[in-house]
């Protein structure tokens, strides 16, 4: 599957979640919203911690 970086957000946890959100690569606790184009038109939204946002936005 080929996806492409679109945009890099900072991500804010909501006070309302209870739950944390956790980097997809080394499950620290996230603080960038990755956007990635994979095609038809959808988007996905994988969340990452600050050293591996700077990975990924650099991979392509
Ligand atoms: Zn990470």
Do not use: N, W
């Not at 599957?1 to 606790?29: D, N, Q, R």
């Amino acid at each position: 599957m080929v996806k492409s970086l679109i945009a890099l957000k900072p991500f804010v946890h909501s006070p309302k979640e209870k739950k944390p959100k956790y980097c997809s690569t080394c499950g620290s606790l996230a603080t960038q919203e990755a956007y990635f184009d994979v095609g038809d038109r959808v988007t996905m939204i994988e969340k990452y911690c600050d050293v591996c946002s700077k990975k990924i936005a650099y991979r392509t």
